[in-house]
């Protein structure tokens, strides 16, 4: 089926979801004395919330199916942003009430005398996911290491979603009809299929399907490149471009997953070798990766993505890489001489200078092979002598080398936040349509 219907269909069940209890408690709620309009709009406020919460397990259960239309980073970034909004329903909810005449102390003190389980559970529920959100928008800022996060985020969550479930159940009043707790029901299993989907169901099935490491070499611009051979199955094909999970620790239930890009070819035979360039940054890139010998077992969760330029068809391309930006665009480009592809192609890469940049060597060896590819290297520290291009790749810069059909082109951009930004504001007023741009981000989270 055509990506695009499969979006719109997703789109059509997320927003069916939605309002699904809004709508039922509508349609089927139970004739007792008539509420304001203030606390009708209250509860439609908190029963979109409680959805919208619920929903949020969905966008990051890495589906394939759901994933497929839209790219895991672009429904990372849609859940990053939905679980704002929900935090904005779910805050409307006590406000509104409030206003309508509730009485405010036994909502914001839970050990107020007027307080009941029904009200306590409710000030949990808000509390705790002001915390969630809170320390997922400040985390970096918060010092708090991502592993530790990634826990609390999701027992945080499970607490919101439980004890908001609780303080429905109690009000009892959109509970007290069959079609309702038919609604509630749905929404409890959806989110417990969800999790053991994705915590339980994923691990088990990785869990069969180790990877060997076969060699972990240093490269270029302080960072080391496993090769991974599939241990006892076929491996998986991927589109050049994607990224897996790679899961290190004991099991595949590890807390240790990061999320890196393919860089080698990805034409493979069933049971091929797979490679990953990783950048030493933190303590998993720095200290485990480095650490990594030869036949040690790891898991793969993947592929995932849609930073793919077999998504992405036109008459030519230009990549714009900055540092380990570099690895899902060296994929493609081995993957075209593969295939024989000829389109023309012009490589932006922007790094430090020649001795920092990752596959310099194995670029050039590119360059000789491809009479279709161009690389422009951009030095920001550039070595003494070099006579090429130096700073940041910028519109200037673009303009010196495209070719002049250039606005038929597709522009694959994969790099640091502010080379991502700069080329967002270069492309367009290059003319480059927005449509034609594609780019990845190594922080989605
Ligand atoms: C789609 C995608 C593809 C990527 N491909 C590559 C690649 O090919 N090569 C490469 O070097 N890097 C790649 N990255 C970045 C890489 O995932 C992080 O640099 C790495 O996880 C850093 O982990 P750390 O613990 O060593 O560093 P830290 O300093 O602890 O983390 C640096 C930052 O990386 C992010 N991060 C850390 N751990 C995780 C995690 N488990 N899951 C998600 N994000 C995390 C966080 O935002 C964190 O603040 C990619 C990222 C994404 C999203």
């Given amino acids: 089926m055509l990506l695009i219907v499969r979006g719109i269909i997703w789109y059509g069940l997320y927003l069916f979801l939605i309002l699904l209890p809004i709508g039922m408690a509508a349609v089927v709620a139970p004739a007792r004395a008539a509420q304001s309009f203030l606390v009708e709009v209250a509860v439609g406020a908190g029963f979109i919330g409680f959805s919208l919460m619920a929903l949020e397990f969905a966008l990051i259960t890495r589906f394939e199916a759901a994933d497929a239309p839209f790219g895991e980073d672009s429904l990372q970034l849609f859940h990053n942003i939905m679980g704002t909004v929900a935090l904005g329903f779910i805050l409307a909810h006590p406000i509104l009430l409030i206003l309508s005449g509730y009485p405010a102390a036994c909502w914001i003190n839970p050990f107020s005398s007027c ?117 006892g199955h076929k491996g998986f094909s991927f589109l050049p471009g994607q990224f897996s999970w790679i899961i290190t620790g004991k099991t595949p239930f590890s807390l240790l997953q990061h999320p890196i890009s393919m860089s080698s070819m990805a034409d493979i035979e069933p049971g091929g070798t797979v490679s990953f360039t990783i950048k030493s940054l933190g303590d998993w890139s720095g200290k485990k990766v480095p650490a990594l010998k030869p036949g040690d077992k790891l898991w793969l969760d993947g592929p995932h993505g849609v930073f793919s330029m077999d998504r992405e068809q036109a008459m030519g391309y230009v990549f714009i890489a900055g540092g380990v930006g570099i690895t899902p665009l060296y994929s493609m480009l081995q ?11 012009l490589l932006f890469y922007g790094v430090a200078n020649s001795e ?68 967002e504001e270069a492309l367009p007023s290059l003319g480059v349509p927005r449509t034609r741009v594609l780019s990845e981000r190594f922080d989605m989270v």
Avoid at 153 to 171: D, K, N, R, T
Avoid at 335 to 345: A, F, G, I, S
Wanted: hydrophobic share 45%.
């Fill in 356 to 423: 920092t940049m990752t596959y310099r060597e194995e670029l050039a060896t590119l360059a000789e092979q491809m009479d279709n590819l161009q690389i422009i290297p951009v030095f920001s520290d550039p070595d003494e002598g070099w006579g090429g291009e130096t700073g940041f790749i910028r519109e200037e810069i673009l303009k010196k080398y495209l070719p002049k059909q250039y606005k038929r082109f597709k522009y694959l951009i994969c790099g640091p936040k502010p080379l991502m930004d700069a080329m």
């Fill in 115 to 231: 307080a009941n389980l029904s009200t306590q559970t409710a000030f949990l529920s808000v509390v705790i996911l002001i915390l969630l959100i809170g320390t997922s928008i400040w985390r970096k800022q918060l010092r708090i290491k991502y592993e530790p996060w990634r826990v609390f985020h999701g027992i945080f969550a499970l607490v919101v979603i439980f004890s908001a479930l609780v303080h429905i159940v109690i009000i009892g009043r959109y509970t007290s009809t069959f079609a309702m707790q038919v609604v509630w029901l749905i929404y409890s299993v959806l989110v417990l299929l969800l999790i053991v989907w994705y915590k339980i169901w994923t691990p088990l099935n990785n869990w069969e399907r180790p990877w060997k490491v076969l060699e972990n070499r240093e490269e270029r611009g302080d960072a080391h490149t496993l090769v991974l051979e599939p241990d």
């Fill in 335 to 345: 993957t075209m001489l593969e295939r024989e592809d000829v389109r023309p192609v």
